[in-house]
């Protein structure tokens, strides 16, 4: 049982990073567009104020964040693929219908029931709890939705992909159009069950920020914590948006004019040359992106094993300028929130731990995102922000994260980026003919006692039924460079060619007929 749960989490946490792996390059384009459209960057290089440049940054910016604002899509058709066991690509456009039935049966149970909400003109739809997904608005579940959606489907698709019926519509509702039909209802009735499920949910944590605004740093503390502990559930909008544009984040009177929310007072105040109130330290939910996740970066960097640092950081650095230019953390976000939980829980604490620190100090600066709040804490000056304070208390930020992060890989051995090796197949290895790969079957066992066949990168997985009857030797008699056993868990490293060597072993199996 043991073993079987440490698969199904490794399959997980493998499955995961599929949809993630082209994030980096859509990272470093969204960086690029926010600094082309940025107007402290403007200021200081004329060049970035002539038309086309301008335009061709806010293509790039755009066009990237409407990459990064469908992860819950990327998430439900990736996992589908990647955990699919076979004929992986009618996984993933069944999951992609899917997702868009679930989304539909949410608009129009909503529709029906009276309870679309309309979007503010200043918060959209976040106070609502509700989002718009593909042009579709419906119940804000965030990434959760996709990623429950995309393991239903890979799991209903591998249990239903061989079904055929009889009869004049036989033709039709078997195989995958089979699994389809199965995957139309469910999604449907998820969608249709999320209107009544997640609203509660989502008023018991918007029930909370009463308790936040009346504890003091305690509240201070839970406040960052929660804002970045449930960013997978979408959940986060509920906890920020209360304190950033209601009263619960104070409010300013001038004249016969009363602002309210910490978002809007603030900029009243800079506007006015007023000074700034306390009510800004709603606003320090920036710090971290700004800051932290520099720290983040450099520990899995740090961690990664010594041949693969460099490749991890051509991965990770681009994320982490994405979070501090452009306050969009997602990509780095889902590559250890789901496979290191342990990290996830120290980030949001550190968050929450600064948010205080912030307080301590009397720091009432900008903290929206690097270059954006350096130059409008130049403009509002020392005595008004304290910003030396802000920056000190940022570059500690990053230590403490880089130093958490680090001692909890390293004694835990934790799975973020790099750490995994990946051995290169030897040059001399030739491909495996159909006499090898019955050797390769019988060597795990037999057909009866193999289980489960999946590959990654560079090798091949196999789940066995009695991990007694794996001869390892004769597996490391093969084409390959290495073998891995624990319990009934077999990874066989074929390089490159793993991909190949799994699709000629479950042709043999006789395991792909749909």
């Known amino acids: 049982m043991k073993h079987r749960f440490t698969a199904a989490l490794e399959r997980f946490s493998r499955a995961m990073l599929a949809p993630l792996t082209y994030l980096s390059a859509a990272g470093l384009l969204l960086a690029a567009g926010a600094l082309l459209t940025s107007t402290a960057m403007s200021g200081a290089l004329p060049l970035l104020q002539w038309g086309p440049v301008r335009l061709m940054g806010r293509i790039l910016y755009k066009c990237l964040s409407a990459v990064i604002s469908n992860l819950s899509v990327l998430f439900c058709t990736g996992l589908a693929a990647s955990l699919a066991k076979q004929e992986k690509h009618q996984a993933a456009f069944i999951a992609l219908m899917s997702y868009f039935i679930y989304l539909t049966a949410g608009n129009v149970t909503l529709a029906e029931l009276g309870l679309l909400a309309q979007p503010d003109g200043l918060t959209g739809l976040y106070g609502a709890g509700q989002t718009s997904v593909l042009g579709i608005q419906t119940v804000d579940t ?11 489907t890979a799991h209903v698709y591998d249990h239903t992909c061989k079904k055929a019926h009889r009869g004049i519509l036989g033709g039709v509702f078997s195989g995958e159009r089979w699994s389809f039909t199965c995957m139309a209802a469910l999604a449907a009735v998820l969608g249709f069950g999320a209107c009544f499920v997640w609203p509660p949910v989502q008023k ?16 201070l503390f839970l406040y960052g914590f929660l804002e970045r502990l449930l960013i997978p559930t979408g959940l986060h909008h509920l906890v920020y948006m209360p304190f950033q544009f209601s009263q619960l984040g104070g409010q300013l009177t001038v004249g016969s004019v009363t602002y309210t929310g910490a978002y809007v007072v603030m900029m009243t105040e800079y506007n006015l040359d007023l000074p700034f109130s306390d009510g800004i330290v709603w606003m320090y939910t920036g710090f971290t992106k700004t800051f932290g996740y520099f720290g983040i970066a450099a520990a899995f960097i740090f961690c990664a094993r010594r041949g693969s640092r460099r490749k991890t950081a051509a991965q990770l650095l681009p994320l982490a300028f994405t979070a501090s230019l452009a306050s969009i953390t997602e990509p780095l976000d889902f590559l250890f929130c789901f496979s290191a939980p342990v990290l996830w829980l120290a980030h949001a604490a550190i968050s929450g731990a600064f948010i205080v620190l912030l307080h301590l100090c009397h720091v009432t600066a900008f903290t929206s995102n690097l270059l954006g709040s350096l130059a409008m804490n130049l403009s509002a000056g020392v005595a008004r922000t304290h910003y030396p304070m802000l920056y000190l208390l940022g570059l500690a930020q990053i230590a403490v994260y880089f130093v958490v992060f680090t001692a909890l890989i390293k004694a835990l051995d934790l799975p973020t980026p790099g750490r995994r090796p990946e051995e290169p197949v030897r040059p001399e290895a030739a491909p495996l003919d159909d006499a090898g790969v019955e050797k390769l079957i019988a060597a795990l066992g037999g057909r009866e006692n193999i289980c489960t066949v999946d590959n990654c990168f ?8 009695d991990a007694a009857f794996v001869r390892e030797q004769a597996l490391r008699e093969l084409p390959c460079s290495g073998v891995v056993q624990n319990g009934c868990n077999v990874q066989i490293v074929f390089g490159i060619r793993a991909p190949q060597v799994r699709q000629a072993v479950e042709q043999r199996l006789d395991r792909v007929v749909c």
């Open 458 to 465: 560079t090798r091949l997985r196999v789940t066995v039924q």
């Open 142 to 152: 965030g990434v959760f939705g996709g990623v429950l959606l995309g393991l239903l």
């Open 204 to 219: 018991a944590i918007a029930a909370l920020t009463g308790f936040l605004a009346a504890s003091g740093n305690i509240g």
